[in-house]
Nanobody, 112 residues
């Protein structure tokens, strides 16, 4: 069965960086469009970034452009999200996604 397992979240100070990972299994990862979403408290889940099977980035939220980078390693069946210059308002649960499959999420808290 499809499994998506996120890791790498935590507490970081404003302006800091984190790298999230998503380990995928149960499907052909190298053929899948993959995405990162996030959901802040009291808000709807929103798309952060999306990447094609070959690694082309075809969707990035305006609010994270220039600071977040989505990437993938098809040999490791792993999706990444490098997040730089983090802001307090980006505190959220970050989710890995493939079509209608979701991971359990990883909490990112940006606070001093």
């Amino acid at each position: 069965q499809v499994q998506l397992v996120e890791s790498g979240g935590g507490l970081v100070q404003p302006g800091g960086s984190l790298r999230l990972s998503c380990a995928a299994s149960g499907f052909t990862f190298s053929s899948a469009v993959m995405s990162w979403y996030r959901q802040a408290p009291g808000k709807e889940r929103e798309l952060v970034a999306r990447i094609t099977p070959r690694g082309a980035i075809f969707s990035v939220a305006d609010s994270v452009k220039g600071r977040f980078t989505i990437s993938r390693d098809n040999a490791k069946n792993t999706l990444y999200l490098q997040m730089n210059s983090l802001k307090p308002e980006e505190t959220a649960v970050y989710y890995c996604n493939r079509e209608n499959y979701w991971g359990q999420g990883t909490q990112v808290t940006v606070s001093s």
